[in-house]
């Protein structure tokens, strides 16, 4: 087996916002990027979220590198102030970039193992002076085994949510209740998913952006489709940071989702459960019933929406020496950055290719990927995580390390508070977080939602 690794393409997986602006950034260096993307199209996870608003604006999701190579095609930069949904995102930046790079972007082309050419994980002879060899797995039903000099996974998290069941695993009768169960913020605009929740009792579990967008969307289908309710289902109290930042936060529309929920539990659309960690899903004649750990019961439950997060998808690594957190599955030097049991300001210190580095030399996981378990994830993250990655391939190590990124604060810091403390009890937040937000109109905002539900943006 050859160790000359001179003219290989480095592999990006995923062709998404972060896949994506890798390819530009490594092209930018005069480095030939190869993208592997499993679905039919570029942005195939964004595509299935078309309907949720962006919470940043367009000025801050679209990448530097990936602007100059738009460029020459004649590509006009949307209002930078403008709020994009996902289908906008798509339709007016990321399927435009990946026709930019052509042929170097390949669709129905799954990745299902990465390894040193010649070298499981356990054997050192050599190691570093192998190429990568990539097992693909074609829509055709065929496979290739390509060799890279360097992997940069983009693959993201949306693939794999995380289950309803409190303890991470999924709750006993939830996958026997897969017909009633949904892991993504519904589209109430589509007339046979609307027609799914309208009139009936839906239980949201979850905290995040997502949650929000969802039980927004569900109090606004209340105000016109009589007996639709929501039961927002949390594992701690309400707290004065539950909510967000409100009006301290300094994505305004990302503020305004927390209100909104907040305005959806004050009006009586939505009940609040509090302190109710699922274990069990059950069946009750027509309607589910979930089961906490405690025995306390929700009933006549018609639908339940989980957003609870989204985890890695680590199986296709597995012959690669990674270094991550054993709590997060994050890179082990950005996992402190990022902990959500001691950080819950919503910011994250600068960082690049050094955080982001793992025991297998040129191994990168960048974008939400990188994230693993995290949440609060955003694209100014990713898109600074592959510049810096693209200049340490490069060789350009001051660059790499010269990591300067400052990232909007959600206003609520504090708040993580004991995970068993009772409602009431929690630490509010030290950064003014409002008490009592103002309310807005029930509704999806005109700019709300997640970049990427359960992650952010």
């Not at 790499?400 to 937040?429: F, I, K, N, S």
Request: net charge negative; with cysteine.
């Amino acid at each position: 087996m050859t160790s000359d690794t001179t003219g290989l393409p480095v592999l990006v997986i995923g062709a998404g916002p972060i896949g994506l602006a890798a390819a530009a950034h490594l092209l930018e260096r005069g480095i030939e990027p190869l993208v592997l993307e499993a679905g039919p199209s570029a942005a195939t996870a964004v595509r299935e979220w078309s309907h949720v608003r962006l919470f940043s604006p367009w000025a801050e999701v679209v990448d530097p590198a990936a602007e100059k190579l738009l460029a020459p095609t004649g590509w006009t930069r949307p209002e930078a102030t403008a709020y994009p949904t996902g289908g906008d995102w798509v339709a007016r930046y990321l399927q435009p970039l990946a026709d930019a790079l052509g042929e170097r972007v390949r669709y129905g082309a799954r990745v299902t193992g990465v390894a040193r050419a010649g070298r499981d994980r356990i054997v050192d002879a050599d190691r570093e002076q192998q190429p990568f060899t990539v097992h693909v797995a074609r829509a055709d039903g065929s496979e290739e085994r390509l060799l890279v000099r360097a992997v940069v996974d983009a693959s993201g998290t949306w693939a794999t949510p995380n289950p309803l069941g409190a303890d991470g695993l999924p709750a006993l009768g939830e996958r026997a209740a897969a017909d009633r169960v949904s892991y993504r913020v519904p589209d109430l605009k589509d007339p046979a998913v609307r027609a799914r929740y309208a009139g009936r009792r839906t239980a949201v579990v979850g905290t995040g952006a997502s949650a929000f967008t969802a039980l927004a969307a569900l109090a606004d289908l209340a105000e016109q489709e009589p007996g639709t309710h929501a039961v927002w289902v949390l594992r701690r109290g309400l707290t004065g940071s539950t909510f967000g930042g409100g009006t301290a936060d300094q994505l305004p529309a990302r503020g305004a989702l927390g209100l909104a929920a907040k305005a959806a539990v004050d009006s009586g659309r939505a009940d609040a459960l509090t302190g109710f960690r699922t274990a069990a899903v059950e069946r009750d004649g027509e309607h589910l019933a979930l089961v906490a750990e405690d025995g306390t019961r929700a009933e006549g439950l018609d639908e339940v929406v989980v957003l609870t997060g989204l985890r890695p998808d680590l199986s296709f690594l597995t012959e690669l020496r990674l270094g991550l957190d054993d709590r997060l599955q994050a890179p082990t030097e950005l996992a402190p950055l990022i902990d959500p049991n001691q950080h819950s300001c919503g910011t994250v210190y600068p960082h690049g290719a050094n955080e982001l580095s793992h025991p297998e030399q040129d191994v990168y996981l960048v974008g939400m990927k990188s994230y693993g378990r995290a949440p609060t994830f955003l694209a100014l993250t990713g898109y600074e995580q592959v510049r810096s990655v693209a200049a340490a391939l490069a060789g350009d190590l001051e660059a790499a390390a010269r990591v300067e990124l400052t990232l909007p604060e959600t206003g609520v810091c504090g708040g993580a508070g004991l995970y068993d403390e009772p409602a009431g009890e929690q630490d509010g937040g030290c950064c003014g977080a409002p008490a009592v937000p103002q309310l807005i109109t029930l509704g999806v905002p005109s700019a709300g939602g997640s970049c990427s539900p359960g992650g952010g943006c």
